[in-house]
């Protein structure tokens, strides 16, 4: 199935957080807290302003991205777990040294 966010949507998948801390102790799971950090599947069109033009998003799919942690809403397609939430929930793009070194 392929699913398309409508609007200033966007659909995520959470990236698991590690499971040892750094001097190697296991947290279980129920001291976990869901992480707030993800990949962008796929985005929706835009919004409209004002004046009805349509505003792209300024995220695409493959972004990593940090979000709100009571950000977007829970939703299971094709047996994932992923979140559907607006692209004013994202708190910003995590970008990788080398996309760094090539904008600089």
């Not at 990236?15 to 976990?32: L, R």
């Amino acid at each position: 199935m392929h699913f398309r966010p409508l609007h200033d949507r966007v659909l995520v998948r959470r990236i698991e957080a590690e499971e040892k801390t750094a001097g190697g102790i296991i947290i279980p799971d129920t001291a976990k807290e869901k992480p707030m950090e993800g990949e962008v599947v796929a985005v929706g069109p835009g919004a409209r302003d004002d004046a009805g033009k349509l505003v792209e998003l300024a995220v695409k799919a493959g972004d990593r991205i940090l979000f709100g942690k009571w950000s977007g809403t829970e939703v299971r397609i094709d047996g994932e777990d992923l979140l559907i939430m607006k692209e004013g929930d994202i708190l910003g793009i995590i970008e990788t040294t080398a996309e760094l070194k090539k904008a600089a």
